[in-house]
């Protein structure tokens, strides 16, 4: 049975569900709320009905999941206000700057028995998901490190995300899907975070990130955001016990290496400039074997496919709380690095 959803906030990503729920087959847009007059203007000449108060949105019982899509600062009243009316909650990306908000978050979720998920939309990227396929598949064998990496060279949006009260910053704004995802790809308990932000394009907030997470059992992972950033460095770059694989740019295949057997009979030395090396020879078709693998089929409106059916109990919600809630706490000890110059900061997992 579908759904009726209200969007409160109306900018970017609200239009982005807008204009999914516009063509769901699991959901209706119900309406929207903005505090900004223009986009309630603009969802009117769309023909999409407008709440002239969030507190309208909230009293139309005809809406079951409320869709919040605001900047950051805001996130914690909307979810909880929303919750204590009776409805199911969407909240967007990070669901809030700090641990202890998204705690107060959940304690009204579960009092008040309704479904409240986020909208971690970028666990259904095709690169993401190319490089969870290679290591669910085992070919190259365990993970021993894995490089995530978003370039870009425009700077950070000149919007709220360039201000920190408003929850600014590319931690919060790319380092939470990156970090969500790279937490699926290595499921191994977190033993430190080390985290340093640049401040090339402004002071007021972090315009990109170098973030390491050491694992208990000795994998690591390293996120990269940059915003300026000319020449791109790969997507995804992972280490294997049995070879490499490396996703270039989001939109090619995922490239792997294959090591079928470690030692050459005679292996032929590299002339360099400062002499030669057998150390760095490179490999050939008789110890590797090269090959692509495509990039999986993915459709982003499973997230509401799935959502639909976590509020009928049919199965679980993709997204759950404690997920979210540890991808919050890496985000929290990476701030908690960056103020004492990079020194990891020790994760517990159980806090």
Not at 63 to 75: I, L, R
Not at 201 to 224: N, S
Request: aromatic residues 8%; negative net charge; glycine residues 8%.
């Amino acid at each position: 049975m579908k759904k009726n959803i209200a969007i409160v906030g109306f900018g970017g990503q609200g239009g982005w569900h807008g204009d999914h729920a516009l063509k769901s087959d699991v959901v209706s847009l119900a309406g929207i709320y903005d505090i900004k007059e223009a986009r309630m203007e603009y969802a009117r000449n769309k023909g999409i009905h407008t709440y002239e108060s969030f507190e309208a949105v909230l009293a139309d019982p005809k809406v079951d999941v409320v869709v919040c899509a605001t900047p950051n600062d805001v996130h914690e009243d909307i979810v909880v206000r929303s919750l204590k009316a009776g409805k199911n909650v969407v909240c967007e990306k990070p669901v809030e700057m700090s641990v202890a908000a998204l705690d107060r978050m959940i304690a009204a979720a579960n009092e008040s028995g309704k479904l409240f998920t986020v909208h971690q939309n970028r666990r259904w990227d095709v690169d993401f998901l190319g490089m969870k396929k290679i290591i669910e598949d085992g070919d190259i064998g365990e993970v021993i490190n894995i490089e995530s990496r978003i370039h870009g060279s425009r700077g950070i949006p000149s919007d709220w995300r360039c201000h920190k009260p408003y929850g600014g910053g590319m931690i919060l704004d790319w380092g939470v899907h990156l970090i969500d995802q790279m937490l699926f790809l290595i499921t191994s308990e977190i033993d430190t975070v080390s985290c340093t932000c640049t401040h090339i394009t402004t002071d007021e907030v972090d315009d990109g990130f170098k973030l390491t997470i050491k694992f208990t059992d000795g994998k690591t992972a390293y996120i990269e955001v940059g915003t300026f950033n000319f020449i791109a460095l790969p997507r995804f770059y992972m280490q294997c016990k049995k070879g490499t694989a490396i996703i270039q740019d989001w939109r090619e295949n995922a490239k792997v290496v294959k090591c079928k057997a470690w030692h050459e009979n005679d292996v032929l030395p590299v002339q360099t400039a400062a002499g030669i090396t057998k150390t760095m020879a490179p490999r050939d078709e008789i110890t590797t074997d090269t090959y692509e693998v495509e990039r999986p089929q993915s459709d982003v409106h499973d997230y509401y496919r799935n959502l639909v059916k976590a509020i009928d109990g049919i199965e679980p919600a993709l997204i759950t709380l404690p997920q979210v809630r540890r991808v919050m706490k890496v985000m929290e000890a990476a701030f908690a690095s960056d103020a004492i110059n990079g020194a990891p900061v020790k994760f517990d997992e159980k806090a």
